[in-house]
């Protein structure tokens, strides 16, 4: 039976549970669980992460754990009792722990790995905190520690800061919250501006010296030396390196490593400098014959330096290579150092590249308490310390030193009767009292010596060494030390003697029993020869030392007075003193007729030896008091004071606690308060009438130490006497402050001396009341001090300083004990809250005032108290109204630029809003009643709630607290939700009918929106950690205002119509926060505004407008998502539960127009969102951008809003420049351009554009767009646009901007014929599933390439920017199943385009440059081919029965355009039979020789192995069987007899077989004439070949048609518009019937060859040879050029593959086939199909197009009268007259002129807008202008006509587009196309040349004429005037 669980409630997973059992619950190690229920070794519960789930799991798999519970039952609650800071470690690693591999799958590895090791480091430290054998410190250290690393990894992962104190994690609840912030606060401040170190170290570590063949050892001195001072401002850090350079001890760590410590912040800097003396321990001279010597000698080497300044910005060790200098001349070896920062380069040489001191050096920041602390690893490894040369900045009590620092300075020696000058060495020894020797110590870093050898220089009698060494003698040693330097000259023969010639010496104590004075000393250098003489010090102690001490009339004792020797001392001493003054004050008993004396020298003693014996002479003080009080007493007051005073200073404040100690422990002076009282009482009686106030100021500023030797004194005198003269005692405090009232009260005029004297007792004054207590009764000292406080002027300055410093005085007072007991704060709180009133009304002194109502409401006080809610209500009553205005004043003020003044501004705010926030959780609701109930009228109530509304709002905004303060937030949010829900009430009862009042009900409904919408509320966001915390907390706040909103809004009546227009917009965005129950409460409030302003007004189209204005801005913001939508799109059946808001309307017509406006807000919903979700990625792909169109067209066909369409096209256009398609970012640029006229209305300022006229913005866009046509290549549409450009120019007379205009148009043209642009592949794209966006899913487009894109590119790109989306294997349309699956489904096939452009690409004579743009642009159709057999498959000829479905694709839109791909508007199927497939296939194949031979024939090709290989696989077409299989299959009489209907077909592919086999005759003739010696055998096997297929054909030659037989190309050399061999038709009535067509040759040459019935293999390597290239040499030379589409590889071949005709290489395409020509699985690339991609079928009924339709009535112009005109009733009215001879070229003699007019010549210009794009203005330029052209500056080889082409007529049964879903202009192009009935846009057609109306000063130019003289058709009402 499961029972309650009573003890196990807790329990951490021991090890994996899979729950396999009934009701089990998975577990995992490590996971907590909280129990409910117990039954026989099972426990029942779930894990605490994932409360929702439950069940059982065994018993034995918990570790149970002590926890506590709260609220016993359904709903408990376990808290584990252990250690908060374990606590917080197990919660907060586990939220790492996910984000931790979040942070992998986002490969953020150096977050990742830093993130594992503080995990590590964590538990690491957790487990020596659950061991619990810590001390108690160390515990403190390793809490400290772990906060650090918690709150450095929160940081790092964007979690919240946690407010703690004491390293434990704070309960807001339980604190103020004014403390929370100051806990927040002071720990963000912490982690923003890191504490700023007063003390500041540098570890040092030597690793070697660099050099090359020294062989000698070396010995390194550092030290700190200070450039500015020219001094060293640290002792010297001694190594020593073996003759490898090495450390000599590498085992002990601090002969190599050491710390310089104590320095301070004025020592970093760029003139401070780590220097190091480098000295060979050798022979005397480097480089000597080892006979020479063997004595070993000191001598200078190298010196480098490196400035402290270099490693301030390293946060770690660093290693440096210091360069070594050596000097030289060595007299200046004391100086050198410093020659090398100042850059004395003469006096130094660089030793060697190869010689470097490789060291390592850091900076360590804080007290050295600290450093050994974080950095223990350096004093686990016994680092040296190396000290500072005297006192640091600070002087720590407590410390220790008696160091005496000597430095050998210089001397100055006789020759001695040498040479040469001598090679001085000194040695020094430190001898004691008794003789004996005492340790030297060169330096830190090696032991201490018995003597010290200086370095030797070379030949000097004048050496100057600057070498230091440190004495570190016993104090009770010091008298009697002297110091002894013994001089030698170093030998340089053989022997190498150190010879003696005299010492020096010198006493460390005086006879008076002072130290040795600092400073230089000049020592007497006496004669000695003998080491033996200087054995007993006594024979020599006795003579004089220095040249100072020699008395007069001794000079005889001196052998010689001209050598001397100097040194330098500098004491360094807690213990001793060099000042005569500090000792006769401490020996005032020895001579008490000095004392006077003594007390007046005192204030002149330095500081520091003040503070070295402060007890000392704090008992001198109060001693001499003792012995005489009238006689002393006020001179030692002054003392007093100037000790105290001392102490203030920041050099010695540390000895504040020493006084402290001093007065608790050690001071005796029980009779000293009477005369302190008396002589402090005589100095400020004497305030106001003093002349000089410093000495005044000086006593009052000593106030507080003052009454606490008082306040000592009496309790020692109570202690003794048992509490006599009590009231005497008091009487007299009462009078001292009466005197103080006094002088405090005194107002002086203006800033008076006075004034500065009563501020500086009030900075004191609460440390005085504090001492005061100790002796008085609380209520008595707080009667003191509130007469003390109010006996301050009330009226001063408002500059006066007394106005802050009576502020800073209030702030000390209310922390202050004084304060905290509730007996004195009823006192204090009247004092406190008026002075606070008072400057809050004046908005001064904010910080203070701040600072003081934090600390007194940081008490917290218990509400339970009745005296504490009075309290409360006397805050609010007194401070409520003022602090509002000042939160107002003060969050509206600007932010102060500098750091610290902003963060001080940040501070205010949050201190005024925390004590806002105290005052208001501790009202309850009587206390709101009484709030309110002081407002006597409602204007004043109306005032005071709006204030606190908008200071809520205040509260809500983001930037109010820190971005991490999630704590504070909701804190702050649940004291506000508690507070509207009270003032609700206030609003229903007071507000409402007569009453109403619209300011007040709109500020509660905007505070309660912005309430929802806060980012902090917003629990989707949070980890279900944090989320459920936050639920059990404080629940879902969002719901619970939500509730009250509708209540609220019920309750309005008919008071709602007053807010509707206000209140729509931010009630659409509090309904799409993502909360379910939220969304349900509030989505009817629109039903009731829908219904009261149907009822208003009969429509709630202002209800609709604002909310589609709204929506745009919520969803650009992120908000809303696709449940929002449909649970909007649910609003209309929702009003069956609410007929009440429809029973005053009918019914039907509230629902059709509710559900139109819905079904509007829906659809632009759909578009937001998926243009959100794009733009979320920040990548610029095709989805962005079809997003974006999908959009603005939105915008523009449904809702007409210009703005937003015009802000769309420039958001459109940007992504397409950022995506560099400029073809596309010109044409979207063309939709805004088109929306503005030639006229010079003013437009105001929009977007980036500025305020101009729209004539000049216009311009604008139109070079915009132009230059963008020219980056993208459409050099086409850039002439229109110039020539529009330039025929405003020219109205306007502006001919400087019309030549510039001209000449761009000119460069156009040559761009046009001089550079190659690249042929797009296009790809059909299906989106099938419910997973793609709504502008995709379902539906198919067709998208336009990048440069050499081929369809694997393609597909790999659309993969990757659908990750999730599953490619399709085949080009079948899926069923409805894909259509609803849960998924993404890509189908992706190529299609070829169809250019609707037919007359340009048949025009003979135009170049293939020229060509190439129209067969890729302006696409409205494209086609995908599909073979598959029908019927019985002939296994003989499977041609028979080998259909092709043909699928047409046409779009909404024409590419390229505002979008790389547009939605296929219509699909058309079309099946064409094997005859028909067999006649394109051989058409083609036929149109590929004509372009290789005409080629050829040019010259254009220097190789003619294309040639060879095309005839090759046409005419051996070995496999299949060639035309044969053909004929074969149509020629049959059984085929004829079957298919009669097929005669005209069957015709049709005779004549196209016999053409092929005339082309080929001619071909092999040209091939003989180019065809290279060794490849003569392959062309006579072509030759014999051809016979023989010609013969199996059953042709012979003169069976050719006369049309036939002519020459396939009637000019060799002459110009191709020229024609000087006309030949009349020779097609006669009885011949073969001739079915119109287009002239093979008028076909462009794309790549149709390659699978054509002739072909072999060596055709299809043609093919991947050439491509598509049909206007270039590089064909023939083999030489693809990138620019071009001929880069064709395997994968891209020709665009039709799927041959209908027998090929020799080629299996046939079976069904079967596993590979091809399957249905299943349909080659998806053009260049893999059976036939043409480009063209359509001539012989397809549904697609053909006539190029050439020339109405009866119409003359055909003709160039030789013999042939047929139209009456003849000839259908070959095209077909161009061909001869078989070239012609020499004589235009002169032509039967036509030599130079074909332009299309557009004799024309009118208002015919140049016509159904024949060559005819209109848009192209006509790019053909007559090469009329010139000769043949070698064309690629074409097309035939030009006899004459300029009429334009042709319109057939009635061609189908024509009727206009588009979206608005024009998407192309240029699409516009002039004769299938659509939409008129050319007047930005690209050209303007007539009609005469111009008179021109004023700036006249508005007409707009070109349009067809039909329609209006231009305006898509919108131009609503937005101003853009």
Not at 344 to 353: E, F, P, Q
Not at 627 to 633: A, K, N, T, V
């Amino acid at each position: 039976m499961w029972i309650p669980t009573e003890h196990e409630k807790y329990g951490v997973v021991l090890a994996n549970f899979r729950g396999t059992v009934q009701h089990g619950l998975p577990l995992e190690i490590g996971d907590t669980v909280q129990i409910l229920e117990k039954c026989e070794g099972w426990f029942r519960g779930f894990i605490t992460k994932n409360p929702n789930v439950k069940g059982i799991f065994p018993s034995s798999y918990i570790h149970l754990k002590n926890a506590h519970v709260k609220n016993k039952g359904q709903f408990e609650t376990v808290i584990p009792t252990e250690d908060s800071v374990i606590t917080e470690i197990t919660m907060t690693l586990r939220d790492w722990g996910t984000m931790w591999k979040q942070l992998y799958m986002r490969n953020d590895g150096d977050l990742f790995h830093r993130l594992w090791h503080v995990m590590n480091e964590i538990l690491e430290l957790r487990q020596q905190v659950l061991v619990g054998h810590l001390t108690h410190d160390r515990l403190s250290d390793i809490k400290q520690h772990i906060t650090a690393r918690l709150d450095w990894g929160n940081e790092q992962l964007g979690l919240d800061l946690v407010p703690r104190r004491e390293f434990s994690m704070v309960e807001p609840d339980e604190i103020s919250i004014t403390e929370l912030y100051r806990l927040m606060e002071r720990r963000h401040r912490r982690r923003d501006i890191p504490p700023q170190a007063s003390m500041h170290h540098l570890f040092l570590q030597v690793k070697s010296m660099m050099t090359s063949n020294l062989g000698e050892e070396l010995e390194v001195f550092f030290f700190v030396y200070d450039s500015r001072e020219i001094q060293p401002i640290s002792e010297r850090f001694f190594v020593r390196l073996n003759k490898q350079g090495l450390p000599k001890s590498p085992d002990k760590t601090d002969r190599q490593c050491t710390l310089f410590v104590d320095l301070g912040s004025s020592d970093l800097r760029k003139d401070v400098y780590v220097v190091a003396h480098i000295f060979r321990i050798g022979r005397m001279v480097a480089g000597e014959k080892k006979s020479v010597s063997n004595t070993q000698y000191k001598r200078p080497y190298g010196c480098a330096v490196i400035s402290v300044a270099d490693l301030l910005t390293a946060d770690f060790k660093d290693d440096h290579l210091l360069k070594v200098y050596s000097c030289n001349t060595e007299s200046e070896w004391y100086q050198i150092h410093d020659s090398i920062i100042r850059k004395v380069s003469s006096r130094y040489s660089h030793i060697g590249s190869n010689t470097g001191l490789n060291v390592s050096l850091q900076l360590l920041h804080g007290d050295m308490e600290q450093i050994r602390k974080d950095y223990m690893r350096l004093f686990t490894r016994n680092v040296s310390i190396t000290k500072r040369l005297g006192f640091s900045d600070i002087i720590v009590p407590g410390e220790i030193r008696n160091d005496l620092y000597v430095t050998l300075e210089r001397g100055e020696f006789e020759k001695g009767g040498k040479s040469v000058a001598r090679n001085v060495e000194v040695t020094v020894y430190l001898l004691g009292g008794d003789g004996q020797i005492l340790k030297v110590c060169c330096g830190s870093g090696e032991p201490g010596e018995d003597e010290h050898r200086s370095f030797v220089l070379y030949h000097s009698n004048s050496p100057r060494w600057a070498e230091q060494v440190k004495l570190s003698i016993p104090l009770e040693m010091f008298r009697g030390t002297h110091l002894r330097f013994e001089l030698r000259h170093c030998s340089t023969k053989e022997k190498g003697e150190k010879k003696l010639f005299g010492f020096s010496f010198v006493p460390l104590m005086q006879e008076d029993g002072r130290p040795l004075p600092d400073g230089t000393h000049e020592l007497i250098v006496h004669k000695c020869e003998e080491t033996a003489d200087l054995q007993d010090p006594t024979r020599y102690l006795r003579l004089p030392f220095s040249k100072a001490s020699i008395q007069p009339g001794n000079n005889q004792t001196i052998k010689n007075s001209k050598e001397s020797f100097w040194i330098h001392s500098s004491l360094c001493s807690t213990k001793l003193t060099q000042n005569g003054d500090m000792l006769d004050l401490l020996k005032w008993r020895v001579h008490p007729d000095r004392i006077i004396d003594c007390l007046a020298k005192m204030k002149d003693i330095d500081g520091t030896e003040i503070v070295k014996f402060l007890q000392d002479a704090l008992d001198t003080l109060f001693g001499i008091l003792d012995e005489s009080p009238q006689r002393y007493g006020l001179k030692v007051f002054d003392c007093l004071v100037h000790v105290i005073n001392l102490l203030q200073d920041s050099k010695f404040q540390l000895f504040k606690p020493v006084m402290d100690n001093y007065i608790e422990n050690h001071f005796a002076g029980a009779l000293s308060y009477r005369d302190l009282i008396r002589v402090l009482k005589w100095y400020v009686d004497r305030i106001i009438d003093a002349e000089h106030q410093e000495q005044i100021q000086q006593v009052l500023k000593a106030s507080e130490y003052l009454f606490k030797f008082i306040v000592q004194s009496r309790r020692l005198y109570a202690a003794a006497t048992g509490s006599q003269n009590e009231e005497e005692f008091r009487c007299s405090v009462h009078e001292l402050f009466k005197s103080i009232h006094l002088f405090l009260s005194h107002e002086s005029k203006g800033i008076s001396p006075i004034t500065h004297t009563q501020a500086v007792f009030l900075r004191s004054f609460p440390t005085v009341c504090c001492e005061l207590l100790k002796i008085f009764g609380i209520r008595e000292v707080a009667n003191l001090a509130r007469d003390t406080l109010s006996s301050l002027p009330t009226l001063t300055h408002t500059d006066c300083p007394l106005q802050a410093v009576k502020l800073q005085c209030m702030a000390k007072t209310v922390e202050s004990p004084l304060y905290i007991n509730p007996e004195s704060r009823c006192v204090l709180l009247p004092v406190v809250l008026r002075l606070l009133h008072t400057h809050l009304q004046e908005q001064k002194e904010l910080v203070l005032c701040a600072n003081i109502l934090t600390s007194m409401l940081t008490l917290n006080i218990p509400t339970t108290d009745c005296g504490a809610s009075d309290e409360v209500n006397v805050v609010m009553e007194g401070l409520s109204g003022v602090l509002l205005r000042t939160i107002l004043e003060v969050t509206n003020r600007p932010q102060p630029a500098a750091t610290s003044l902003r963060l001080q501004y940040q501070d205010v705010t949050g201190e005024f809003v925390a004590c806002l926030l105290t005052l208001l959780r501790q009202l309850k609701d009587k206390e709101y009643q009484q709030l309110l109930s002081r407002f006597p009228t409602k204007d004043e109530l109306t005032s005071f709630l709006l204030q606190l509304f908008t200071v809520f709002r205040i509260l809500i905004r983001a930037d109010m607290f820190p971005k991490d303060w999630t704590v504070m937030r909701l804190v702050a949010n649940n004291v506000i939700i508690t507070t509207i829900l009270y003032l609700s009430d206030t609003l229903r009862n007071n507000f409402l009918n007569e009453k109403f009042d619209f300011k007040v009900w709109e500020s509660y409904f905007y505070l309660c929106i912005i309430f929802i919408n806060q980012p902090c509320l917003q629990l989707e966001m949070f980890p279900p950690s944090k989320r459920k915390k936050v639920l059990e907390k404080y629940g879902d706040m969002r719901v619970m205002i939500g509730c009250e909103i509708f209540s609220m809004w019920q309750h309005l009546g008919d008071y709602k119509l007053n807010l509707i227009p206000t209140l729509i917009g931010p009630f659409m965005e509090v309904t799409l926060v993502p909360q379910m129950d939220l969304r349900n409460v509030l989505i009817p409030i629109f039903h009731d505004m829908m219904d009261s302003e149907q009822q208003r007004s009969g429509n709630f189209k202002q209800v609709e407008a604002k909310l589609i204005d709204k929506l745009e801005g919520l969803m650009s913001e992120g908000k809303g998502d696709e449940t929002y939508r449909e649970l909007f799109n649910n609003i209309i059946p929702l009003f069956g539960p609410y007929p009440s808001l429809l029973k005053k309307i009918e019914r039907e017509t509230w629902r059709e127009s509710g559900v139109s406006h819905i079904a509007t807000v829906t659809r632009l919903m759909e578009r937001l969102l998926d243009y959100r979700d794009c733009m979320k990625i920040g990548e610029v792909d095709g989805k962005t951008m079809g997003c974006t169109v999908n959009l603005l067209n939105f915008y523009k066909t449904e809702l007409n809003k210009e703005e937003m369409y015009i802000r769309y096209i420039h958001k459109l256009y940007e992504l397409h420049l950022k995506a560099q398609n400029y073809t596309e970012a010109s044409y979207t640029l063309l939709l805004y351009d088109e929306l503005l006229e030639w006229t010079e209305r003013p437009l105001r300022e929009f977007l980036t554009y500025p305020m101009q006229s729209e004539w000049q913005r216009k311009e604008c866009l139109h070079l915009t767009i132009i230059h963008n046509f020219d980056r993208g290549k459409c050099w086409e549409n850039c002439i229109i646009l110039c020539r529009e450009l330039a025929n405003q120019y020219e109205a306007y007379y502006d001919y400087r901007n019309l030549s510039k205009m001209r000449m761009m148009e000119a460069s156009f043209y040559d761009k046009i014929m001089n550079q190659q642009r690249l042929e797009p592949e296009f790809f059909r794209v299906g989106f099938y599933g419910k997973k793609f966006p709504f502008f995709l899913r379902n539906k198919e487009f067709v998208c336009r390439g990048n440069d050499y894109e081929r369809l694997e590119a393609f597909q790999q790109r659309m993969l990757s920017e659908f990750p999730h989306a599953i490619a399709m294997q085949h080009a079948n349309l899926p069923d409805q199943t894909i259509h609803q699956a849960d998924a993404q489904y890509l189908q992706i096939y190529a299609v070829s385009p169809v250019p609707e452009n037919q007359d340009v690409l048949q025009r003979d004579g135009v170049p293939n440059n020229i060509k190439s743009f129209y067969k890729v642009n302006h696409i409205w159709r494209f086609r995908y081919d599909r073979p598959f057999h029908k019927g019985t498959k002939d296994k003989e000829n499977e041609f028979k029965s080998l259909w092709v479905e043909r699928t047409t694709l046409t779009l909404a839109q024409s590419l390229p355009g505002i979008s790389r791909w547009f939605e296929v508007e219509k699909r058309e199927l079309v099946e064409m039979s094997p005859l028909e497939n067999a006649s394109e296939v051989i058409e083609n194949k036929t149109l590929q020789l004509r372009t290789l031979i005409a080629q050829c024939q040019m010259r254009q090709m220097l190789n003619i192995n294309p040639l060879t290989m095309c005839l090759n696989g046409v005419i051996d077409a070995a496999v299949n069987g060639g035309l044969a299989r053909y004929q074969e299959a149509f020629f049959a009489k059984d085929y004829i007899s079957n298919h009669p209907e097929d005669g005209d077909k069957i015709t049709r592919l005779r004549e196209l077989m016999f053409e092929q086999a005339h082309i080929l005759e001619f071909g092999l003739a040209v091939h003989e004439k180019f065809v290279p010696q060794d490849m003569r055998p392959l062309h006579k096997k072509l030759v014999d070949q051809f016979h023989v297929m010609r013969s199996s054909l059953g042709i012979q030659p003169q069976e050719f048609p006369a049309y036939v037989r002519v020459s396939p190309l009637h000019f060799a050399n002459g110009s191709p518009r020229t024609c000087r061999t006309p030949v009349p038709n020779a097609i006669s009535p009885e011949g073969a019937r001739i079915v119109p067509r287009r002239s093979p040759l008028s076909y462009p040459a794309v790549n149709r060859y390659s699978s054509s019935s002739l072909s072999s293999q060596a055709s299809n390597e043609v093919s991947n040879i050439t491509g598509q290239s049909e206007s270039s040499d590089e064909v023939f030379n083999m030489q693809p050029s990138p620019s071009t589409s001929s880069l064709s590889s395997n994968h891209s071949g020709s665009h039709n593959v799927n041959s209908s005709a027998p090929s020799s290489n080629r299996a046939s395409p079976l069904p079967s086939d596993k590979h091809k020509h399957s249905r299943d699985n349909a080659c998806l690339s053009p260049r893999d199909r059976l036939c043409s991609g480009i063209f359509p079928s001539p012989l397809d009924p549904t697609q053909r197009m006539i190029p050439f339709q020339i109405p009866m009535d119409t003359p055909l112009p003709r160039c030789e009268p013999n042939l047929p005109t139209p009456e003849t009733g000839s259908l070959c009215k095209n077909v161009r007259s061909l001869s078989p001879m070239p012609s020499a070229r004589s235009p002169q003699k032509s039967m036509v002129p030599p130079l074909t007019p332009s299309p557009t010549d004799g024309l009118p210009m208002g015919s140049l807008v016509s159904h024949s794009p060559a005819r209109s203005g848009s192209y006509s330029s790019g053909i007559s202008s090469l009329s010139r052209c000769s043949v070698s500056d064309t690629c074409g080889i097309d035939l030009p006509p006899p004459e300029p082409p009429l334009p042709p007529a319109v057939p009635a049964d061609l189908p024509i587009r009727r206009g588009s879903k979206t608005p024009p202009p998407y192309s240029v192009y699409e516009r002039n196309n004769p299938r659509r009935a939409t008129p050319l846009p007047h930005s690209l057609s050209v303007p007539p040349s009609t005469d111009n109306p008179n021109l004023t000063a700036k006249p508005q130019l007409s707009r070109t004429q349009r067809i039909n003289s329609e209006p231009r058709p305006r898509p919108v009402p131009r609503k937005v005037s101003q853009l």
